[in-house]
């Protein structure tokens, strides 16, 4: 989950958001320029601080990357270069307070999102963002989103998004089919579900075999009595 957001006028409520956020557990923070943002600058070295902070207090394994305060305008341009990098398109939110008819569907976040994809939700200052930048967002493919029916301070909102997103990607509540046998996490995770878990072994024949998960160097196996 990468959050891109403007921050807030007074400044305490950006680094709450960035310590709850952090405890939660996202992926990427940018911060915006807007047109109506009520501040054009953040040092970002004292929300670095907090994140690593936060980061050990909620026993993370890794801290969320922070980006430079980047314009609107300019961030649009970055996230082409961001799918084009990764040879794939994201997920994309814009978050705002309009009504659905002053152009397209305004979905609900929570309804939208696909579990298990990158996800890029932009939120917007106090005064939020203008028609023209929402505009522009739909026009690179954002979708127009909700989270809900009431209105939300910047830093609720974006905490929301973090945790709705969160919810949905929660991967340990699922239905397991046996039969199925593999599930898809990410492009590095997997989950394997057989009858069977044979412990790594160089004497191992890996061929023509069934029904059987083999162990790996990089290889959790979670049997049925829990070890």
């Not at 992926?27 to 601080?49: P, Q, Y």
């Not at 579900?193 to 061929?207: A, G, S």
């Not at 162990?215 to 009595?225: A, P, R, T």
Request: glycine letters at 6%; one cysteine or more; a negative charge.
């Amino acid at each position: 989950l990468h959050l891109a957001m403007a921050p807030t006028k007074n400044m305490d409520r950006t680094e709450w958001f960035a310590e709850k956020a952090t405890e939660i557990g996202f992926d990427e923070l940018t911060f915006l320029k807007c047109r109506w943002s009520e501040r054009m600058v953040v040092k970002t070295e004292r929300i670095e601080k907090i994140l690593v902070s936060a980061m050990k207090q909620s026993h993370k394994a890794w801290k969320p990357f922070l980006n430079e305060m980047t314009d609107f305008v300019a961030f649009m341009r970055q996230v082409e270069d961001m799918e084009k990098k990764n040879g794939k398109p994201m997920q994309k939110f814009i978050c705002h307070c309009y009504e659905e008819t002053d152009w397209g569907e305004k979905v609900a976040l929570k309804d939208a999102v696909r579990r298990g994809e990158d996800v890029l939700v932009l939120v917007g200052p106090e005064g939020d963002f203008s028609i023209e930048e929402v505009k522009m967002a739909e026009a690179k493919g954002f979708r127009s989103a909700t989270l809900g029916k009431s209105r939300l301070r910047t830093e609720t909102a974006a905490l929301a998004a973090v945790h709705i997103i969160n919810l949905i990607n929660q991967k340990y509540n699922c239905n397991v089919d046996l039969e199925k046998g593999s599930y898809k996490i990410n492009d590095y995770l997997f989950i394997d579900t057989f009858r069977e878990f044979i412990w790594p072994d160089l004497n191992n024949n890996y061929y023509n075999e069934c029904g059987k998960c083999y162990g790996l160097i990089d290889h959790i196996g979670i049997l049925v009595d829990g070890t």
